[in-house]
């Protein structure tokens, strides 16, 4: 393109652009107003202070560091780096109306701070590319934790999108786990010396191997009487509470727990499970057949053993005594049957003569003796009464051994021990129990 000549003498008259603009406007054409954003969003920090204002509105207060929630903590953050900027200060002092903002540290007049304000204003809201002040790199330096960089002016410049997303619709925060009814606390057991027999022969069969533990795995149920190894320490089932059951519908009595150092506890069923579960020793000792046994006859860890009943008749060869319909002896032994009568043929409480065990009723909770002597004045009338000659050549007389049925005389002791024999009595003809008439 060739180059554009001008005539200095032509361009000299012609007016300059200062001299347009500042002359008169014939035409109107500066009376236009500028064009207004068809979005209709104001500057950026203006809009961001005025959420903290909707909050104000709503919560009635200012938002604090240490709030409920996250939104009203960045809230804090925010207005606290606000009151830190002067130039923020300044401009967003106008928008002010609740009084958030201090006063400004700024002593001019007030055309000036107007003035001022109008500039800061101009420079910090509507820059065009919208980016806010950078920090200083004294601030950046003192970043040492999650805190200060929320607290940061560049975090609260950040666009967090529609924060509405973070509000729960339709969702439950109800925990998937049941708060318990109380909190299961160990204190001193009162009765203690009542278990004390028990952990002692616990500790016996363990160390002669006659009870044995497995490892404890979870279990629906517990019965009065289990015992268990928790933390090194052997704890004793002694009450599972009334039925209850957890949010899920399992099995969840309370219990109370009695442990072998003298305190108990009222552990729900599946916390105590869950300690012994996790407890690397948790152990389970296993029952042996004479507590199951026990456990089937309603007999448990609470009731005492204190002997044995005992039904046996003789082997004897005497024809005195083989002519006696339903010859037996009924007997009390703390120990065994077994261990009673085996030397029967030099002992004259059995006739000096072999004996056959036909049956046995352990007893628990009673006085032995007297309850022996219940049976036997209750088959007073059935008591055989004669005299025999011992190998020693010395005349005895037999005691305990009676002319009965066996049937009868275990309806006898069943019925002594429920309390029920008070409605019978012996027909003496038939030698069976008769009930009473009323």
Known sequence: MPPIYHNSRKTAGRPSLDDVLSGPDEFGLFDAEAK??????????????EEISA?????????????????????????KSYAEKEELLSALKTYDRHNLLPESALSFNQE????????????????SDGSIPKTDVSQA??????????????????????????????????????????????????????FEPIFK??????????????????????QPGDAFILEGVICLIDEVGEHREDRDGRYNPRLRVIFENG???????????KRLYQDPNGRSIIRDAESIVDAFNNVNHKDKRVGQIYFVTTLSDKPALREIPNLLKIGYTELTVDERTKNAERDTAFLEAPVKKLASIEC???NPNKFETLIHGFLHAQ??????????????????????????????????????????????????LMKKKV
């Open 36 to 49: 207004k954003s068809s979005s209709g969003t104001t500057p950026l920090e203006v809009s961001r202070f």
């Open 55 to 79: 909050f104000v509105d709503e919560k009635g207060k200012a938002p604090q560091a240490d709030g409920h929630d996250l939104k009203e903590k960045l809230l804090a953050r925010r207005l």
């Open 112 to 127: 000036e701070t107007g003035a001022h304000d109008e500039q800061t204003a101009s420079h910090v809201l509507n820059k």
């Open 141 to 194: 330096e003192n970043v040492t934790s999650l805190d200060d960089i929320f607290a940061s002016e560049v975090f609260s410049a950040l666009e967090q999108g529609d924060q509405s997303l973070f509000d729960p619709v339709h969702v439950s925060f109800a925990s998937s786990r049941e708060e318990p009814d109380e909190i299961a606390q160990r204190k001193v057991c009162h009765d203690f010396y009542a």
């Open 201 to 222: 022969e616990l500790h016996l069969k363990l160390r002669k191997s006659d009870a044995k533990t497995t490892r404890f795995q979870y279990a629906t149920q517990v």
């Open 263 to 273: 305190t108990e506890s009222n552990h729900l069923l599946r916390s105590l499970a």
């Open 364 to 366: 628990y909770n009673l």
């Open 383 to 432: 008591r055989i009464k004669m005299t025999l000659t011992g190998k020693d050549g010395k005349e005895y007389h037999p005691k305990e051994w009676f002319s009965v049925p066996l049937e009868t005389a275990r309806e006898v002791v069943k019925r002594i021990i429920d309390g029920s024999i008070v409605d019978y009595r012996m027909d003496n003809t038939t030698g069976r």
